[in-house]
Structure formats: C-alpha cells, structure tokens
C-alpha cells in the first residue's frame, strides 16, 4: 500500500513539472510584441527617442564624426604625446591615412551609423504617426548620408526581417537615389520645427548636400557637378533661408550652452538639457585642453599650423573671450577661452598664466605653440599645438557630465556657403560674392573680392571647422589627398572612402570590400 | 509529446516492483572490528548484510551486533579510509573483522553525478581529493583547497583581494565567452555559478572590481571531499553545462556513534608577499638628476605610499561542529566565523556560517529516508577602489606606485593632528587619501537548502526526490567623499546602493538501479528527470552630493544611509529581471560491471534550456567508456604491480554559459528625460545553442609496491566546436552594443597528457612519509575560425585601459595560435641615441608573440611524520607561458617622473636612458615569462591526542600560505588574472596594479569532546 501510494506521488509530481515548457520570459524587457501592443504612438514615441539618443554617439563623441571627418583632415589631428594618445595609433592612422579594415573607431561607427538605420527602419513596423515615420525616415536618411559619403554602401533590412539574413547593399549611386527619394518623400510629413527635432528646413539641407556632391559621390577621385543639380542646390537654399533665420549676435552663441535659445543659425540640432540628458559634448572641449586648464581636459586634440594661419587676426571666428555661465569665471584678462586657443594660457578666475607640468611654481608656462608633430618627441610635447573647440564650456554643469550645449548639424552660414559654391560652380561667382561676404561681415573679417573655389574652400574652412564637413569638403574640392603639412605623400585613392571593417566583412557576405583595402 | 512517452518508460520499473515483497526470517551476528596496523578498534565502521537496506555501525569498542535476514551469508564492512571488505558468514553467529587501511585508496568512493562509486570502479578521469589532504590554511573558497592538488586542473587566485575570485581550468582553456569556470555541484545542488554581489560603480577610476568568489558561502571546514570530473564520460551525465569540467563538493554529514564536538580555532597575520619594485625616495632624487628634471619635484620628504595603503591583516577563523546520531538518524551542525582583514586598508572578508545536515530513515522496513541540508551563510566584504579597467586616473594600487616618494601622505597640521596632502587640480591622487575617503561594502546573505527524500522499492531499486533552494541576496554601498580630487566628485562625493538576488530552484528524481544481473555482471544504472530555474534580478541607486555646501555634508554618517539629500537633477535609479533561464533535462546512466575485470559506463543526457533559440530546444549528451582491469587476468603474472587498469572513454558535453534572452530580439527601457526611451537590446538567433565539446581520453591507473605507490595517467583530446560568442551581427542592426549571440564556427584543441603519482614511502607506526606530485602537460590551438566566405574570424580581446592605452587590445583568439595568444608589437629594444623604443615594421605590424596559457602545470605535496609531529608541504607552479604586464606599460612608465610620479625600477636601471616621448603603447616589452613554484602552503603540527578524559585530537598547529615564489615575473604575483574581457570574451593573463597577494602565517588549534 504503502509503496503505491509512494509511487503515485512520485509520478504525479513528476507529469507536473514535465508539463512545463521551456518558453523564455523576458521579465524586465519587451518582446517586439509588447512594443507594439501600445499601439500607433505612445510606445513609438520611446522608440523615437531611442533613435534620437542613439545619434548622440556617433556625432558627438570624439570617436564618431568627429573623428573620422575631422582628424582625417588638415584642420585636426591627436598627436601622440609620449604617455598620451597613442591609443594603439587610431589617431595616427586617421590623420596620415593609413587605417585599415581592423581600425576601431572606423569599424564603431560603421557600425553605430548603421544602429540608427536599423532602428529607425524598426519603428517604421510598430504603426507610428505620419510625423513619427517622417521623423524616422529623416535620421535614417541622415546617418545614410553619412555612410553612403564614408564607405559608398548602404546595407539595409526591412522592417521586420529576420536578423539571420546578411542585410542586401545599396551601392554607390542607387544609394543616393534611396536617400533622396527618401527626403522628397518626407518633407511633406515633417514638422516645421522646432529645431531639436527632424523639420523640413533640416530635411531641405540634408537634400542639398546629396545633390552638392552627387558629381563627387559619383567620382571621388574627379568630382563633376551637373548645373542642374546646382540649380537645385540654389534653389532649396533659397527656401530653407525664407525660413527666417539670423546671424546670432556672437558667432559662438550657435554652439554655447544656451544654444537652444540664442543659436539663431540653427536649423537643426540635437537636444542636450544640462545636468538632465546630453550626448558626449563635453567631449570636445576636454579632448583638448590640458590637464591644469580649467575645467581640466585630456590634452589631446590641435590644428596645423597651415590650418590655424588661415584666419585672420581679427576674424571671430578664431576665438573669443566668451563670457562663462556660472559666476565663478569672470575671466579678468578677458582671454580667449572658446574658438582657437594659442600661446599661453591663463587662469579665468584670477588671471594668472597656467603652468604646464605639475602646475606648481617652477613647472613650464601653459604655452601652445602652433608647432605639432604627429608623434612628439620633445620635451614640450604636452603643449605642442592650437587647441581648438567651439562649444563654450558649461561652468553649470561641468560637474555632472551632461552639458547644455546643444549639438548643431545643420547652420545658417553652412546653407548660405552651399549656395554660394553651386553659383560657383555654375559661373555665377559674382552672385556668390555678396553671400559670401554676408557672412565675412558678421564675423569681423573684411570683403572678399571676388570668390574663387580656393578662396570658397577656406572660408568654408573657417566657418564651419569641427562641425564635421572637413572631409568632404576637402574631397569634393579635390584635396583630400594632396600632401599636406603632416601627410607630405599623396595619399592612395583608396582613402577616399574608409574601409569596411573586418568584422563587418565577415558578417555579411553582401558587403565588398572597398577597392584598395 | 515526447516526454511523457519517455517517463512511462522511466517509470513502467516502478509498477512491476509494487508486487514485489519480501519475505525474511533473520538471524543475529555479533562481532568486533579492528584495525590490521596496531589491532586498535575501528570506531563507527558500517556493517551492513550484503544487498540489505539496514545496517548497523561498531560502537567504541569496535564490537557490533547485527541481525541478518535469512538467505544473506555476506556481511560488508566499510570505514573512511580503510578498504571494503566482504565477510563470508555462512554458519557463523561471531566474526572478528581487521581492516586494512586504504593506502591506495582505490576503495576509496567519489562521488560521480548523480551518485558515487568506488574509485576502482570508476571508467572515467575523476580527481578526489579528501578533507586530509586540502591545502592547509585560511580559505575563503572551496576551490581554493584543491590548488595544485589535481593533475589537469589550473586554479588561478585572480587577485589578493579575500574573498575574491579563481580561475579555474579543466583540461586547459576553451572559452571564447563566459567565465570557462566549470559546473559546482554542491551535495547534488548544482549552482548559479555568480555571486549575489552587486557590481560596483565607476567613481572614475574604472567600474569594473575583481568578481567575487561564488563560492564564499561554503565554509572550508565543512567540506569533506571534493571530486572533479575531468573528462567527457564523466561529466556528460550534467549535459549542456559541463564542457568546462564539473566540481562536485561534498559537505561533511554525521556519523553513527557518540555524539562528538570539533573545535577548531586558528589566528593570522597576513602581510604583503611580495611588492613590485619601484623607486624609493633617494633613488627617485637620483633619477631627477638623471633624466634633467627639475628638482621641483623633490618634494624633501621620504614616503611609501604602497606600505601605507597596505597594513597587516589580523585573520581569525572559529569553527565548530557537532555529528552524530545512530544508523537510522544522523546529523551534524556546524557553525563558523571567519575574519579575515585583507592587506590592503580598508578590505577584508567577514563570514558567518552554518550547515546543518541530517540523514534519516523511517518506517520499520528502514526503506523510506530523509537527507536534509542546509546552508545558511552571511559575509561581509569591505572593497578598496582597487578596479580592473582604471583609465587616466588609475586605481588605489596604481595610484600607490606613482606616488611621488618624496613626498608625504600626510602631515602634521599646527594642532597635531593629520591632514591627509591632496596634490589637487591634477590627476595625482592620494592613495591614502583616496583611501579615507572612499567605503565599498557588500553584504551578501545566501541559503542553500535541500531535501531529499528516498524510497528503497527492493534492495536494488531505489526512487531518489530531491529539491533544493540557493537563494542569495547581496546589497552593496559604496560612497566617495567629495575633499578627494577624483575629477568627477570632487567638491560633490557620490554614493551607490545595489542590490542583487540569485535564486536557483531544482526539482531531481532519479531511480536508482543496482543489481547482479547474470552471474558476476553487476549493473549499476540511474534514471531521471531535473526541472531547474534560475533567476537574478537587482536594482541600484546612485547619487552625487550638492555642489554646495560641497557633497553630502559632514555628518559623520555614510552617505548611503541618506542619499536622497543628494543632488536632485544628478541621480540614476536602474533596476533589471533576467529573462528567464529554465532546464529540463532526462538522464540516465548504466554502469556494468563484469568480474571487476571489465567495466562499462554508457551516460546520456537530454536538455532542454529556455535560453536556446525556438529551433535548437534540446541538445543531447552521449558518452561511453570502457575499463579493463589488467591484474585481474589469470595471465597477469607481475608480482609488484598491486593493479593496473586501462580506461578509455569518449563523451559529448556542451555549455550554455550565455545570458538569457540571447536568443531573442528584445527591447529595453530606458530613462530618458520626460519621454522614456525604447531601444532594441539583442539580435534575434532562433538557431541558437549550446557549445559543443567532445572530448576522448585514455587513461591508466596503477598501484605497485603493496600499494605503496599509486599513479594515473591520462591522456585527453578535447575539441569545442559552435562556439558560443557574441558576434556583430550584420549592419544594420540593433544600435549601441547589442550583439547577436551565435554559434561561431572554428574549433579549439585542448590535447595534453596528465599524470599523478602518490607515494607511501616510509608507513611506520612512529614515522611516515608520503609524497604526491602531478604533471599535466598541455597544447591549446585554434583552427577553422572562419567566415562563411572563408575569411579568418579575429577576436580581439584582453583590452588595457591605462593612459594612451584606450581600446587598445593585447590578445587575439584566431586561427594557428593558442587561445588568447598575445598579439602586439615585437619590441626590439631601445635606440640608445632617441630613448626610443624600435619595433619591428616600426610597430605597425601585430604579431603573435606569446601564449598566455600555462604549457605545464605541476603539484607536489608531501606530508612527513615522526611520532606526534608533522610538516604537510604544498606547492603548486605554472610554467611556459606569457604575462602581460600592463602595470609597467600604463603606470609607471618613464613618462609618471616627467609628471612627478614614480616609475618602476626597472625603468630606471635600463641601461638605455628611456625618452620620455617614448610613446606609451603595447609591445612585447611587457610581456614576461610567467614560469612559477609556489609554496602554497606549509603546516607544521604537532598532534597531542588525547589531554585527560575530556579533550581528544587535540592538534596544534602553525601553517604558512604563499610562504615563497620562484619566478621572474616582475609584477605582484605570477598567479594573476586581472579581468580585461572585451565584450565578454576573456582574457588570460594580464596584471594591471591588481590587490597584491598576500603571505599568511597561521597558528591553530583543533579539538573534540
């Protein structure tokens, strides 16, 4: 008896739990499923804001764009400074071009760029609004533009499709075609404004550039520029700047920590709310300062020399005594503390020269020489070059890492300098002359009297330095890969575009590897 | 459905038992057993009447008196260290029984997966080691008694910090993620294998600390034996879990006889084993000179900021333990207390444990019993900012070694007092100062309980219930102050309050099987059914102080008891549930044994996992081996050789040691600003699955000598292949890290050849020596690591993160070389006109310059006694492999003294005066020879007996821990492991300022009433 009984427990216990399937739950985090059970907005709206937030990486940090456009460029670079920077020689290899398929920053932002793509395609499947796709569709088109102009290929997915599959590849000019077409399709359903969030104005600009350099797209190494295209260029510039903005009062207000407010070029940013939620912004100031400046940096990043000569003396766009946001950086020799910082450098609370070294009495003065090397050698290799940056420091919020200043995509002066290089290009250099000098005026410096390419180049040079055009603008003017006073060999074609990282060669079968690498 | 097709099966055995009953008429014998050495009785030796369920044990006089059912003629008799014997009593009521200590403890049992065998019986590679012979000393951790002591088995202290974690490798190194850390099972219970402690936060010098030991809720003392299975046929019967090797724990459980009390009570001092050598304060003035600095920053005092941040800790451990009970009802309890002061201000390891356990029989048949277990546990661990991954600003260890020698911690204020010197402004941090002002600690309260009720349906069947609970939960505060210029809270302070809880919950049955079949063909065969379920959910709080009046005031409180009264706008709350990770698994094993002369094991095991994608839901498990034992062939004719057996055995294991939800595309939510956020967390892979291991090994076992030496050989080939990573999936795809977890192509070998010898070489009654030694000998390689396209597939890892160091990684697992071989710069010394370093192709090719993976391991112990006094020695060493000393290459390298900080000696006394725009980059310079001989412990005791009618064992002791290394590593401890993954694929072998090791002299005392 005894032992039936035993043996029923046992079985029935055991039919119990046999029962059980072996179903994963998620518990803290959603299955696609439950993302779209809120149906068309509430949850999409989050979604959206993810996508938002996940643009903040590539473009803001000083691993990103940044990076990749600038330090690539004559206008930045990131000396390695004996302990300093070498960072297995990432720096090195942007601004000498000679990174490879295995290049960390190249292969991270391939594929943060591509995140965004991927995210924005997945809201497109959760029932979103006509503005909430629109919205997507934009930042999708947006980081597209910027792979498509880095590496010529668009691999996509869509909505919906299973992870498994190696994603298909839009090349070369079907890419534009798809970016394109996108933005056309989009504009209607963008908002105006505000200029946080995709808008039209933005949207315009974005179309602009696609077809500024389709003829450089197209041929890297010999760019063309069909007139019609340049027409279209002049005549989007011309309904983006019936949009009503201004020049700010002061250059940098565009880039401050109350940009949101007093930047009136902007067309579009991305939001940071101070000591709330912000990208990496802050990056950019202390990725050059030294160690003893205030608010205490990482001694990084500088210009060339040839790049910092281009401005002239008084052109504020070189740097200003910007006043700060908090009461305790009164700045009394009314130094320059935003834009180009060269030659010794002062304490913005008492006056006094900074010192380099231990900062202690004895130690060298603060004093960065337009000289640089690539790899310094010397003993003053921690103040080798200009440093630069044009967001203002946020006194506010230094100390919790999350800086006001929102960052800025799309300008005012950007959209005017475009027009002016389409009337340029299509023999109306007389007609560029004025917008040109439209912008010179506001910033201190005298008229132009007459554009050329060169003359164009260099002013687009001054304005929009670090705002991440460098690189193409240099490959659409043809000189990318010209010697220049870091890079005296002319550079391999290859480095017109950046290669496809290994790994993402490996990943997807779809993905060739640029010509060269 | 399958399954329940399958339980029938199963279960149909049981249903033809239920008629079965016996019938028995019994008969009494009585009787006395004693030891065959010195005639001495043999108190609570098991007397059982062969295939009963009852039995009895010898009282302290070694006499018993038992009642045999009619038809039984054998009697076996059993003891802990003696061999087994069976005793003919066909027409006898009184026997007298000498047993005959198992030198070669071939009579020894292990404990297998789900179940034990007697060792001689065993087909495949199973390390045991007893209580007796544990590494003598103060552990925290289980794993740490059996250092050294298993041919196969690596078991590397990832750092000095008490209570923190091993490495532990079976048959050498095959993981590409996870922790390769192999399966514990702890009295059946198999565990999470995480510790309830909560991460740390990042207060700017890196977030990640040194893991702590999943197994700190084990008291050492309450361990019997611990038993490793090696190879697949052992091990395959834990399936998907067991690629790296299972460790079973056994807890002590009480004996038939008196009830006994054991004491044991030790006290310690711990003190720094060995310190890296960097500049005093002369030599640093010296290299002022030396390299043309100005003497600024001879700041004229004479400081050691590494002996000031380091301190002798106090160690003491109290254990006591009551067991006993008779055949039907035996229990023991225990309580223990640990205090271990680490070596480092501010750390150490507080523990309190308990265990109770209690074997029962019931019903007047004696068929129905009870095994209980419980463990209930409590630690404390206090943490320094001692961190992995510290960037520009480094970590208290580093920090230490930078700190300018001429200049003093602290100093003397006008009224006497101390005031701690804060350089300020820069990167130059007090050590001390970071010290006083940073509190880390973790509390961490776990219970492990089972119950385990059985059945005997005849004397060869028997239904085995178990349940079990681990559950753990583990709260961390840590808070900085803000008067330290740690760049991020300085002039505010921060503090952090996590929380974790680990649950485990297990359902077992099995049927258990054995039974003479034929004539002299024994089957020994379990069956069943295991429902596991795992969780782990947390949450976390952190705050920074107000920038005014300046962090979160003076109250004297830990900022942790109020941490709302910090900054409203700059605070993080997080909390998180893992998906959820559920096993169901059939299993069943068959054991023949024919004449103790040829033995077979077939094992099978099927798991299904919540964690394996929609299309891989199960995964199967087979293995087999085979057993010959030579000497008992009529043909064997060597007289020396006691017994020899050949083993052989091939099996299939697998790991799942992924996160759960891996396998799905999952969304997350995050805070941000008003709106939240919803971002994708995960690539969907529904073909997911478990990484597959086969493994063959061939093995001999021999005694020879009367049994006076004992050796086992293995040799073993082991292949993983599907190898589980964490790979990039095709862009585009799910922003930010989010990875798609997938089978990788490629295949890792891990072959080599280990042995074991134990030798009895003097076994008198005043004097006796023993010795042990093993060997393993090993080759790692990868191959086959390739793309679809057939591409090489590079997986970097090992990352540093000091200054100049970002991103930058020293190890690659890729095809041809071993596992987490180093791959950099080949360094070809110094240009003695530049300073500079020359690399060859001036350092822009990588090349494979070094295996960080022991080629050799090697054990030896031995145990002298003359009379009452006894030296127990253990060593342990690793030898042919490479360590990357990334504490030299990002800390105090030559540019710290251009800043006014220290650098190695090393440094300085290179013959070439080193530029100090020698950039600071990886290369080969830093990799070292990782060759080391340990003295892991020594013991010298002296064993008084009996004291008068109420203190017997009595044994008092001295032990030394870490006593000595023979290296020329230059860094702490060649016995290193700083943690250096690259999304979570491991690294091997890179020191970066990890908590010193330390030496520990103990004296103690053990006793019983």
Redo the contacts between chains.
């Keep these: 008896m005894?032992?039936?009984l035993?043996?029923i427990i046992?079985?029935f216990?055991?039919?119990l739990?046999?029962c059980?399937k072996?179903?994963?739950?998620?518990?803290?985090?959603?299955?696609?499923e439950?993302?779209g059970a809120g149906g068309g907005g509430g949850?999409v709206?989050?979604?959206l804001?993810?996508v938002y937030?996940?643009m903040r990486?590539p473009f803001q940090g000083n691993e990103g764009v940044y990076a990749l456009w600038e330090v690539t460029t004559d206008a930045l670079l990131v000396p390695?400074?004996?302990?300093?920077?070498?960072?297995?020689?990432?720096f090195t290899q942007l601004h000498g071009l000679?990174f490879t398929g295995e290049h960390?920053f190249n292969r991270n932002l391939?594929?943060?760029l591509?995140?965004?793509?991927?995210?924005a395609?997945?809201i497109l499947r959760f029932n979103p609004t006509a503005q909430q796709a629109a919205e997507a569709r934009f930042l999708r088109a947006m980081v597209s533009f910027m792979l498509y102009d880095g590496w010529d290929q668009l691999?996509?997915?869509e909505p919906g499709a299973?992870?498994?599959e190696?994603?298909k590849v839009r090349l070369g000019a079907e890419a534009l075609e798809y970016i394109m077409s996108e933005l056309i399709a989009i504009i209607p359903d963008l908002p105006v404004g505000p200029n946080t969030k995709a808008n039209k104005n933005a949207a315009k600009v974005l179309l602009m550039k696609c077809y500024l350099n389709k003829g450089t797209f197209a041929n890297r190494a010999a760019p063309t520029f069909d007139a019609a295209d340049m027409q279209k260029v002049i005549t989007l510039a011309d309904e983006v700047l019936a949009g009503g903005y201004t020049f700010s009062a002061n250059y940098f207000d565009n880039f401050a920590p109350a940009n949101t407010s007093i930047g009136k070029e902007n067309i579009w940013v991305a939001e940071n709310?101070g000591?709330?939620?912000s990208g990496g912004i802050r990056s950019r100031y202390h990725s050059t300062l030294h160690?003893?400046q205030p608010p205490?940096g990482?001694n990084g990043f500088s210009t060339t020399t040839d790049f910092y000569n281009k401005f002239e003396p008084n052109d504020v766009r070189k740097g200003v005594a910007y006043p700060a946001n908090d009461g305790d950086h009164p700045n009394p020799g009314n130094r320059v503390n935003v834009g180009f910082l060269a030659g010794q450098q002062y304490s913005l609370v008492t006056g006094e020269p900074l010192l380099s070294?231990?900062?202690?009495?004895?130690?060298p003065p603060l004093n960065y020489t337009p000289e640089v090397a690539l790899?310094?050698?010397?003993?003053n290799?921690e103040v080798t070059g200009v440093r630069v940056y044009k967001y203002a420091v946020d006194w506010q919020n230094e100390?919790?890492?999350?800086s006001d200043n929102d960052f800025v995509y799309f300008r005012l002066a950007d959209v005017m300098l475009m027009k002016a290089e389409a009337l340029v290009r299509t023999n109306a250099a007389a007609a560029a002359l004025p917008i040109v000098n439209a912008i010179r005026a506001n910033r201190g410096v005298t008229p132009l009297a007459s554009v050329t390419l060169d003359n164009l180049l260099d002013e687009r040079g001054r304005e929009l330095y670090m705002e991440g055009w460098r690189r193409q603008d240099l490959i659409r003017f043809g000189k990318f890969l010209g010697p220049r006073q870091l890079k005296p060999q002319e550079s391999d074609p290859k480095y017109l575009l950046f290669p496809i990282s290994?790994?993402?060669?490996?990943?997807?079968?779809n993905?060739v590897q640029n010509p060269g690498y | 459905m399958l399954s329940k097709r399958l339980l029938y099966v199963i279960f149909m055995p049981v249903f033809l038992l239920l008629s079965i009953s016996l019938l028995a008429q019994d008969r009494v014998v009585t009787g006395k057993v004693t030891d065959s050495k010195d005639g001495t009785p043999v108190v609570g030796a098991s007397v059982q009447p062969k295939g009963s369920t009852t039995g009895t044990s010898t009282s302290t006089d070694g006499s018993f008196r038992i009642s045999v059912p009619s038809g039984i003629n054998t009697l076996v008799v059993s003891s802990a260290e003696f061999e087994r014997q069976e005793i003919n009593i066909t027409d006898k009521t009184t026997i007298d029984v000498s047993l005959v200590a198992s030198t070669a403890g071939l009579s020894e049992v292990v404990v297998i997966g789900y179940g034990t065998a007697r060792k001689k019986d065993l087909t495949g590679s199973v390390g045991s080691v007893s209580e007796k012979d544990f590494n003598k000393g103060t552990y925290t951790s289980a794993d740490q008694l059996i250092q050294g002591k298993v041919a196969g088995v690596q078991i590397t202290n990832n750092s000095g910090q008490p209570g923190g974690a091993t490495s532990v490798k079976i048959r050498g190194n095959s993981a590409i993620t996870g922790s390769g850390q192999p399966l514990y099972v702890v009295d059946g219970v198999p565990l999470d294998g995480r510790s309830p402690r909560p991460g740390a936060q990042d207060f700017g010098f890196g977030g990640s600390n040194p893991a702590s030991n999943p197994l700190n809720f084990l008291n050492p003392s309450d361990i019997a034996s611990v038993d490793v299975l090696k190879d697949a046929s052992a091990t395959a019967i834990y399936g998907s879990r067991a690629a790296y090797g299972v460790v079973l724990i056994t807890t002590k459980k009480g004996k038939t006889g008196q009830t006994k009390i054991d004491f044991g009570a030790s006290v310690g001092f711990s003190s720094v084993m060995r310190k890296i050598d960097i500049l005093d304060a002369g030599q640093f003035r010296q290299a002022l000179t030396y390299y043309g600095l100005s003497n600024t920053n001879d700041k004229g005092g004479n400081s050691d900021a590494f002996d000031e941040i380091t301190q002798t800790g106090l160690v003491q451990n109290y254990n006591v333990g009551i067991s006993g009970g008779n055949e039907n009802a035996k229990y023991r309890f225990s309580l223990g207390a640990l205090d271990q002061e680490g070596i480092v201000r501010k750390t150490g390891i507080k523990k309190y444990t308990a265990d109770f356990s209690g074997q029962f029989k019931f019903l007047e048949s004696k068929k129905l019993g009870l095994d209980l277990n419980i463990i209930p546990t409590h630690y404390t661990e206090d943490l320094a900012p001692i961190s992995n991954n510290g960037g520009a600003e480094g970590s208290m260890i580093g920090q230490a070694l930078q700190w300018n020698p001429t200049l003093p911690l602290k100093v003397k204020r006008a009224n006497g007092a101390d005031s701690l010197v804060n350089v300020g402004g820069t990167s130059i941090i007090n050590p001390l100062g970071l010290s006083e002002a940073f509190n880390d600690q973790a509390k961490v309260t776990t219970i492990l309980a089972s119950i385990s009720p059985y059945y005997k349906f005849t004397s060869w069947l028997e239904y085995r219930f178990l349940y079990s609970i681990n559950y753990g939960t583990g709260t961390r505060r840590a808070s900085i102050a803000p008067d330290i210029n740690v760049a991020a809270f300085q002039g505010k302070g921060g503090a952090q309050i996590g929380q974790n809880e680990l649950s485990t919950q297990q359902f077992t049955h099995t049927l258990n099987f054995n039974k003479e079949i034929a004539n002299n063909l024994n089957l020994t065969a379990v069956a069943g059914f295991e429902y596991l379920n795992y969780s782990n959910k947390g949450f976390s709080l952190n705050a920074q102080g107000n920038t005014i009046p300046g962090g979160f005031g003076n109250f004297g409180l830990d900022y942790t008891n109020y941490i709302q009264y910090g900054n409203t706008t700059n605070r993080g709350i997080n909390s998180f549930v893992d998906p959820s990770y559920e096993l169901k698994s059939y299993f069943a094993r068959a054991a023949f044994n024919y004449q103790d002369k040829y033995l077979v094991t077939g094992t099978f095991r099927a798991d299904g996992s919540t964690k394996f994608g929609k299309n891989n839901k199960y995964g199967y498990f087979p293995s087999f081996a085979l057993a010959w034992v030579l000497t008992k062939e009529d043909f064997f004719q060597i007289d020396f050789v006691n017994s020899l057996k050949i083993r052989g055995g091939w099996g299939k294991t697998g790991n799942q040691e992924f996160p759960s939800g891996a396998a799905q595309a999952r969304y997350g939510l995050n805070g941000s600003g008003t709106t939240g956020s919803i971002t994708q967390l995960n690539n969907e892979n529904l073909d997911l699955k478990w990484q597959a291991d086969r493994q063959f090994n061939i093995g001999l076992d021999i005694t020879v000598l009367k049994n006076k030496i004992s050796a086992t050989v293995d040799y073993f080939n082991k292949r993983t292949t599907d190898l589980l990573f964490p790979s990039a999936p095709p862009q585009p795809a799910a922003p930010g890290a989010p990875i798609k977890w997938i089978n990788l192509p490629g295949k890792i070998d891990n072959k080599g050849v280990e042995a074991s010898v134990n030798a009895a070489i003097i076994n008198q009654k005043d004097m006796s020596w023993d010795f042990g030694v093993n060997a393993t000998f090993l080759k790692n390689n990868v191959s086959e690591l390739l793309t679809p396209a057939g591409a090489d597939i590079i997986i970097p890892t090992g990352t540093l993160s000091g200054q100049g160091s970002t991103g930058a990684t020293v190890q690659q697992i890729r095809n041809g070389i071993p596992i987490n071989g180093f791959v950099t710069r080949e360094f070809l010394g110094f240009d003695k006109a530049t300073g500079q370093a020359n690399y060859t192709e001036d350092g822009n090719v990588f090349y494979y310059l070094g295996n960080p993976n022991p080629t050799t391991l090697l054990g030896l112990s031995t145990t002298f006694r003359y009379q009452k006094l006894t030296l127990t020695v253990n060593m342990n060493g690793a030898f042919g492999h490479k360590i990357y000393n990334e504490t030299l290459n990002n800390i105090i390298n030559v540019g710290s003294i251009k800043r006014g900080r220290n650098i190695a000696l090393s440094v300085y006394e290179n013959p070439v005066k080193e530029s100090f725009a020698n950039r600071v980059t990886n290369s080969s310079r830093f990799l070292e020879k990782g060759n080391y001989l340990k003295m892991t412990n020594a013991t010298f005791s002296y064993n008084i007996g009996t004291l008068g009618k109420t203190f017997s064992g009595v044994n008092l002791y001295v032990t030394g821990q870490n006593l000595f290394v023979i290296t020329k590593f230059s860094g702490f401890d060649p016995e290193v492991n700083v943690d250096k993954n690259v999304n979570g694929v491991p690294s091997v072998g890179i020191e970066y300022a990890p908590y010193p090791s330390a030496r520990t002299i103990t004296l103690g005392v053990n006793f019983s009433l």
């Design positions: 005894t032992q039936k035993i043996s046992i079985l216990s055991i039919l739990l046999s059980t072996l179903d994963e739950k998620l518990r803290g985090n959603l299955t696609a439950q993302v949850n709206d989050a979604l804001k993810g937030n996940n990486g390695t400074r004996g302990p300093d920077w070498d960072d297995n020689g990432v000679t960390l391939f594929n943060d591509n995140g965004v793509v991927f995210a395609t997945e691999p996509y997915r299973s992870a498994l190696a994603p709310i000591g709330v939620e160690y003893n205490g990482w070294g231990d900062g202690k009495p004895g130690a790899i310094e050698t010397g003993d290799l100390g919790t890492d999350l290994n790994q993402q060669i490996a990943a997807n079968p993905l």
